[in-house]
């Protein structure tokens, strides 16, 4: 019996000649990584017929569809994904007001903006950045304007923060495998106020303790918790972030009126 | 560790190919929606409440973006229909603020990349600015024109060129500043630095090592512990601001011109280092400079009028 995973069938049903000649991405060279990955996330992007192909054949691919998600203030459809390669493709739509949230990732990847523009934030923590960091311990090195057609690679490793507060932002990110289970998040600005401060006088804990891994619908400058894969959230955390059909199809139009598919 | 792999057996398979086939016709979906529909779960409903909390309780009109800082880009800042030069002149910029001086000030940087006939007048008043001209210098990776100085203000003004020569070094800064491409363009790399290169306070045997060609004995293994976190490709229009901690390199392609605004100097010296050699060495200001080194980097009238011709053939002025 053909015992094969998941993410080969995904792979083998979908050719995309654009990925046949790509071997397994050394996402630790960083600057090799980048040179490859914004030459392919440029020429995807620019390849209208087959941007168009994956997305519309996302909800009949059982295993792409079970990763789209509706976050708490963006979508994401994820295209592609090639695991032996370390090259997974997803869109990542803005439909929420953000806050400026300080983080690194469980993976390394390079975003091209699509449309739309905001401040990206680009963070040192001299000490680490972990449970015990403080908020005032996470300083912005690095302010760059991100417009529409530009590229970036980002180490796993990086903290940086990327509140698209303009509504209809859209990135194409193409990632590399998790090299960590969970990656911090530390709110740098409020995410409604009062209902935090009411909370924390209601059960004022000692110190922060255990992360949440889940991220908080209302916190203070400071509050931390963790971002985790799929693999390990709930049942009914997965299900609550499931993409509708009618928010996909949504989606596959406005790409469509939006001229990038 | 691995990512997470679903095993599936031979009947899936059939399903997916199935499912597959009928999908990626490139079939347009039926329904079509009008509007943005918002996240609906109860959470997205909470945070959504919680928003409108914050608001009203902050006093803000429902008009006004909810985060401003971590928002959008900014409408440009209010002028009363003055030049950038009137604009300039009554400018100062609290460096100490970072987030606050680099809004102010890559504004500046993008208003004078778009307005040629500021830029030009000021590149044409260097010549008649002594003041301006002696700090104008020439190095190995890069020239620089200091077009308007009011450094007590936080601001000083430079047009950078590069040079026929591009390397892939490492460097931080004395000043934190705002750049913009004007043309051509280079690969941007940010480096994390794994400790603090300043954390021994003032370093006077520092100023020993000033060239490649002298480099500091005791930063053996320093290279290694630098990672870089950020890779990017600067193109005319790209605009950023750096702190002076930020450790970086602006590996440049031929003729590419950015505007520079810098602010007051924060530290007596900054780094620059060969990721090739391994070595490292140390850049201080003009003051603290041997006068060899003062004289070997000033630029001089007839570079400067090469630079300028230079500057109207790619377009810049």
Redesign the interface.
Same mark, same amino acid.
């Given at each position: 019996?053909?015992?094969?995973?998941?993410?080969r069938?995904?792979v083998n049903?979908?050719v995309v000649e654009l990925f046949e000649s790509v071997g397994p991405i050394d996402w630790d060279d960083?600057?090799a990584a980048?040179e490859l990955t914004?030459r392919l996330i440029r020429e995807f992007a620019a390849d209208k017929a087959l941007f168009?192909?994956l997305l519309?054949?996302?909800? !009949?691919?059982?295993?792409l569809w079970a990763k789209c998600e509706?976050?708490?203030v963006e979508?994401k459809i994820v295209l592609w994904d090639d695991?032996d390669k370390g090259l997974r493709i997803r869109l990542r739509m803005s439909?929420? !007001?953000?806050?400026?949230l300080a983080h690194n990732h469980r993976f390394s990847f390079t975003n091209l903006v699509l449309r739309?523009?905001?401040?990206h934030r680009?963070y040192?923590a001299?000490n680490g950045f972990d449970e015990n960091t403080l908020p005032d311990d996470v300083?912005?090195?690095?302010?760059?304007?991100d417009?529409a057609?530009?590229?970036?690679?980002?180490?796993h490793?990086?903290l !940086?923060?990327t509140?698209f507060?303009?509504?209809?932002?859209i990135s194409l990110v193409l990632r590399g495998?998790?090299?960590?289970?969970r990656a911090p998040v530390m709110f740098?600005?409020?995410?409604?106020?009062?209902?935090a401060l009411r909370r924390l006088q209601d059960g004022p804990d000692a110190g922060r303790g255990e992360l949440s891994e889940i991220e908080p619908?209302?916190a203070e400058v400071g509050t931390m918790f963790w971002r985790v894969?799929?693999?390990r959230e709930s049942d009914e955390r997965r299900a609550?972030?499931r993409m509708?059909?009618?928010?996909? !199809?949504?989606w596959?139009?406005?790409l469509e009126e939006l001229g990038i598919i | 560790?691995?990512?997470?792999?679903?095993?599936? =057996?031979?009947s899936?398979?059939d399903?997916? /190919?199935d499912?597959?086939a009928?999908?990626?016709g490139?079939?347009?979906?039926?329904?079509?929606?009008d509007r *943005?529909?918002?996240?609906t779960?109860? *959470?997205?409903l909470?945070?959504?409440?919680?928003?409108e909390?914050?608001r009203i309780?902050a006093g803000r009109g429902a008009r006004e973006?909810? /985060?401003a800082?971590? =928002?959008?880009?900014p409408e440009p800042l209010p002028y009363q229909g003055e030049t950038v030069i009137d604009y300039l002149d009554q400018l100062t910029v609290d460096w100490s603020d970072?987030?606050r001086a680099?809004e102010i000030t890559?504004d500046v940087v993008h208003r004078l990349a778009d307005d040629k006939e500021t830029l030009r007048a000021l590149v044409y008043g260097v010549e008649d600015k002594p003041e301006l001209l002696a700090m104008c210098e020439r190095h190995q990776l890069l020239d620089y024109i200091v077009l308007y100085d009011a450094l007590d203000r936080g601001v000083r003004l430079r047009l950078h060129i590069s040079t026929e020569d591009h390397f892939d070094r490492p460097h931080d800064h004395r000043f934190s500043f705002s750049s913009r491409i004007v043309t051509g363009g280079y690969t941007h790399?940010?480096y994390?630095m794994d400790g603090?290169l300043y954390a021994g306070g003032p370093d006077p045997q520092a100023r020993q090592y000033l060239s490649r060609h002298n480099p500091d004995p005791r930063a053996e293994g320093l290279l290694d512990r630098l990672?870089?976190?950020?890779?990017?490709?600067e193109?005319p229009?790209?605009?950023?601001?750096?702190?002076h901690?930020?450790i970086?390199t602006t590996f440049t392609t031929p003729d590419t011109v950015s505007l520079f605004l810098r602010g007051p100097v924060e530290k007596d010296r900054s780094v620059i280092m060969d990721k090739a050699e391994g070595t490292l060495w140390w850049r201080f200001g003009r003051e603290n400079e041997p006068e060899q080194r003062r004289e070997q980097k000033a630029m001089g009238l007839d570079a400067y009028r090469q630079i300028r011709e230079r500057l109207e053939k790619l377009g810049v002025i």
């Open positions: 019996m053909t015992i094969e995973t998941a993410d069938v995904h049903n979908t960083l600057p980048a914004q168009r192909r519309l054949a996302v909800e !009949h691919d059982p295993y509706e976050d708490l979508d695991v439909t929420d !007001h953000q806050q400026q739309g523009t905001y401040l680009n040192v001299r300083q912005p090195q690095m302010l760059h304007e417009r057609g530009e590229c970036f690679t980002i180490h490793n990086a !940086h923060s509140p507060t303009e509504l209809g932002t495998n998790p090299v960590k289970d740098k600005e409020a995410r409604g106020r009062d209902e619908d209302t894969g799929e693999d609550e972030r509708t059909k009618e928010k996909y !199809h949504y596959c139009r406005r | 560790m691995s990512p997470t792999r679903d095993v599936v =057996g031979t899936d398979l399903i997916f /190919a499912t597959l009928g999908g990626a490139g079939r347009r979906p039926a329904d079509r929606p *943005l529909p918002v996240a779960s109860p *959470l997205a909470r945070i959504r409440r919680a928003y909390e914050t309780a973006p909810l /985060a800082r971590g =928002g959008p880009l970072f987030e680099g890559r790399t940010w994390h603090d990672t870089p976190h950020i890779v990017r490709r193109e229009g790209s605009c950023y601001t750096l702190h901690s930020a970086h």
